[in-house]
């Protein structure tokens, strides 16, 4: 072929008309409308019925595509970004508010539409700076988030968390820029305990249901011959890992944390090889308000039986897993009480709380997701897995080599101690360690 022949007329492709992009964007911005107009009605009527929800995603999931065709169309033009712009706007009070995630979704797309519309509108001259601008702002936040481990700089401790964090954390580019150096940090899974009332024994006590759940779990969670899906998952967990390790050094938390959980060290002791001060894991203020609280919505609504959540409620306990050094795994004698890498000594539980469905005293009839227990004594604290002393007792079949913390203080309802926490009678109660293998 000729290089420099001109290329044929078939191959150049005339641009849509701006008539039909504008009818195609003014289609989506009308359904975007007729769902916020519907969210008007919703507004003012308690509770909303559940199809006038169902048909304003409709309409937004309809607006939204029809403008989006428009808007990709013509790119160069910037009356199809703003109408785009104006539908994704329309689209966050389209959305019904127990939607929140496409809410901001909506929100952000509105706001990078109408500044794309800004940009295409302004002259020539100022469009090279303001795009300049916005590459160097995004790739200084990826900079900042490559020194963000301890010890942090004052600059970037001060303009990631003021400035750069919510941008990152949304487009989620903050997550794998320091996971290997020097070395990454202990891999955790999540374990939920559902507990649900079932009804009063003869005495008038309440008695319970009981199930544990695993998340990411072998092998439901492999999909893939590399086991791809099962360490995506593993980033559910990493979101709640983000907690501040020890005790502040603050008169109030020293003061009230430390004793609440020493006065139920004869219950539940505490890990004697390691520092008291560093087993308390205080997470994130974001984590503890929004993560968790959607995390145990979603176990209970997925797991538990949907005429009884209101009754269930979750205890929820991220599981740390000491991996073992390369001598350790390397030479079995050198690994202290454990042939086995799997071995339940080698997790490390913290509780983060229990949570449960109460009401709304914001909305009549509706209910919310809590934290039931602010005050619980071991609330952010490890609940050690500790070798048995003395090991298991010659004869004893049923005896475990450890003792299972976690499966007594979440089994409180039962009472259980150290030494019946191996009783066949709670076998089918009590968490199985071989589901982390």
């Known amino acids: 072929m000729d290089r420099d022949a001109a290329p044929g007329t078939e191959e150049v492709v005339p641009p849509f008309e701006w008539r039909l992009v504008r009818r195609a964007g003014l289609a989506g911005l009308g359904l975007t409308a007729a769902a916020a107009a519907l969210g008007l009605v919703a507004a ?24 989006g065709a428009a808007l990709s169309m013509r790119p160069d033009l910037w009356r199809a970004w703003a109408i785009a712009g104006g539908a994704a706007a329309l689209a966050v009070a389209g959305v019904p508010e127990h939607w929140d995630s496409f809410r ?55 303009m990631f968390i003021r400035v750069y964090n919510p941008y990152l954390q949304f487009i989620y580019m903050r997550n794998a820029y320091h996971f290997y150096s020097p070395e990454p940090g202990p891999a955790s899974v999540l374990v939920f305990m559902l507990k649900t009332e079932t009804g009063t024994d003869a005495q008038g006590r309440p008695q319970y249901d009981t199930k544990w759940v695993v ?14 899906t099962y360490y995506r998952r593993l980033s559910i967990t990493e979101q709640l890992a983000r907690s501040t390790p020890g005790l502040l050094a603050n008169v109030a938390e020293r003061s009230e944390m430390l004793p609440r959980r020493q006065a139920v060290a004869h219950l539940i002791p505490m890990n004697p090889n390691e520092d008291p001060q560093s087993q308390y894991r205080l997470p994130q203020a974001e984590v503890a308000r929004y993560v968790l609280p959607s995390y145990a919505s979603h176990i209970i609504l997925e797991h538990a039986d949907p005429a009884r959540a209101g009754k269930t409620t979750v205890k929820i306990y991220r599981v740390e897993h000491r991996t073992m050094n390369v001598e350790e795994f390397a030479n079995p004698r050198n690994r202290p009480g454990s042939t086995s890498p799997y071995d339940p000594a080698t997790y490390r539980p913290f509780f983060l709380g229990e949570f449960g469905y109460v009401a709304d005293p914001e909305k009549p009839g509706a209910a919310r997701i809590e934290l039931l227990n602010p005050q619980e004594p071991l609330l952010y604290w490890l609940v050690p897995i500790l070798p048995r002393p003395g090991g298991v007792p010659p004869g004893d079949p049923h005896k475990r080599p450890f003792i299972d913390f976690m499966s007594i203080h979440a089994l409180d309802t039962l009472d259980l101690n150290a030494g019946d926490v191996d009783d066949p009678r709670h076998r089918n109660k009590v968490f199985d360690w071989n589901q982390l293998r």
């Open 104 to 158: 901001l979704l909506f929100g952000v797309l509105a706001a990078v539409e109408l500044a794309g519309a800004a940009t295409l509108a302004a002259p020539a001259r100022y469009r090279l700076p303001v795009i300049s601008g916005w590459l160097l702002f995004h790739f200084t936040g990826i900079f900042f988030a490559t020194t963000t481990p301890p010890s942090t700089p004052w600059l970037t401790e001060q």
């Open 44 to 67: 003012a009527v308690a509770p909303p019925p559940a199809a006038l929800s169902t048909a304003r995603l409709l309409l937004v999931l309809a607006g939204a595509l029809t403008a």
């Open 215 to 228: 998340l990411p779990k072998r092998p439901d969670d492999v999909k893939d011959p590399l086991g791809l």
